[in-house]
Nanobody, 122 residues
Framework: QVQLVESGGGLVQAGGSLRLSCAAS????????MGWSRQAPGKEREFVAVCSWGGSSTYYADSVKGRFTISKDNAKNTVYLQMNSLKPEDTAVYYC???????????????WGQGTQVTVSS
């Protein structure tokens, strides 16, 4: 069992930055692939970024590539999403997920956090 708690969301102007954190409970955190997805009002949840269990492999959605960076700190049981050059279309609830099996660019995760709101004003 893994419990995930996201933090770091908020309101930011276009062009600004935020860093989201996802703290995980459980001693097997280092075995999980970790990712971020987001869901805007009236839209389906979409893949944002994923990091392999050891941190060596990362994938990004085309819409955030070059602006967002995912990283995993197994010593702190935490995964981060650094978001730069934010745009109004990045506004969404951001969810952290943990998957034992590599999910690629899907939303196939074993566990999800409760989400954190990110709002980007124009």
């Amino acid at each position: 069992q893994v419990q995930l708690v996201e933090s770091g969301g908020g309101l930011v102007q276009a062009g600004g930055s935020l860093r989201l954190s996802c703290a995980a409970s459980g001693r097997t955190f280092s075995s999980y692939n970790m990712g971020w997805s987001r869901q805007a009002p009236g839209k389906e949840r979409e893949f944002v970024a994923v990091c392999s269990w050891g941190g060596s492999s990362t994938y990004y959605a085309d819409s955030v590539k070059g602006r967002f960076t995912i990283s995993k700190d197994n010593a702190k049981n935490t995964v981060y999403l650094q978001m730069n050059s934010l745009k109004p279309e990045d506004t969404a609830v951001y969810y952290c997920g943990a998957a034992m099996k590599w999910p690629g660019k899907t939303n196939e995760y074993d566990y999800w956090g409760q989400g954190t709101q990110v709002t980007v004003s124009s």
